[in-house]
T-cell receptor
Framework: EPEVTQTPSHQVTQMGQEVILRCVPI?????FYWYRQILGQKVEFLVS????????KSEIFDDQFSVERPDGSNFTLKIRSTKLEDSAMYFC?????????????FGEGSRLTVL | AQSVTQLGSHVSVSEGALVLLRCNYS??????LFWYVQYPNQGLQLLLK??????LVKGINGFEAEFKKSETSFHLTKPSAHMSDAAEYFC??????????????FGKGTKLTVNP
């Protein structure tokens, strides 16, 4: 069964360092998302991406964050200068163009620890 | 703003017993509602969704949920728990039905333990 894959599964970084989290969405999906979950808190929406541009972003997604689809398969989340509060599990998701709202396929997540 | 409240961060049941996971939503417009499940070391997987058709929605693995507007609830049930149901369950809401945002607003999750 096709799946969304994310790398790395766990990354430890120093505060102020840049981090890139990578995702390979399901190949025929056209909508892409990043969500995150801080330990013990809710899964929160960060950003949605369609047709090579951001379609929606949350207040969390400030200038320190960016997303990119550098080629036909990868979808990346970059955090320019990490802060302690960026420590979280980051989930990538994708969906078909014709799929209904909320029918997302999620990856297993990338755990980011900022020291 | 929409929100979801899941009552009980941990629920423990015996194998074969009824599973009831509670979810209440807050939305100013008729919502779309979802249940997702996360098995250990896996991503979130859609269990079922309500999109204003039938109020009783059947999902995968024998789960179902009933949309009750009067109670603003969307509780998840399964008549007989199986050991393989042990996982974390997330309720979520979006207001795309009303032309609003498609982003999902999640609850905090309920961890289900099934005892032999």
């Amino acid at each position: 069964e096709p799946e969304v894959t994310q790398t790395p599964s766990h990354q430890v970084t120093q505060m102020g360092q840049e981090v890139i989290l990578r995702c390979v969405p399901i190949s025929n999906h056209l909508y892409f998302y990043w969500y995150r979950q801080i330990l013990g808190q809710k899964v929160e929406f960060l950003v949605s991406f369609y047709n090579n541009e951001i379609s929606e972003k949350s207040e969390i997604f400030d200038d320190q964050f960016s997303v990119e689809r550098p080629d036909g398969s990868n979808f990346t989340l970059k955090i320019r200068s990490t802060k302690l509060e960026d420590s979280a599990m980051y989930f990538c998701a994708s969906r078909l163009a014709g799929a209904g709202a909320g029918e997302l396929f999620f990856g297993e997540g990338s755990r980011l620890t900022v020291l | 703003a929409q929100s979801v409240t899941q009552l009980g961060s941990h629920v423990s049941v015996s194998e074969g017993a009824l599973v009831l996971l509670r979810c209440n939503y807050s939305s100013s417009v008729p919502p779309y509602l979802f249940w997702y499940v996360q098995y250990p070391n896996q991503g979130l997987q859609l269990l079922l969704k309500y999109t204003s058709a039938a109020t009783l929605v059947k999902g995968i693995n024998g789960f179902e949920a009933e949309f009750k507007k009067s109670e603003t609830s969307f509780h998840l049930t399964k008549p007989s728990a199986h050991m393989s149901d042990a996982a974390e369950y997330f309720c979520a809401v979006s207001d795309l039905a009303q032309g609003g945002s498609e982003k999902l607003v999640f609850g905090k999750g309920t961890k289900l333990t099934v005892n032999p």
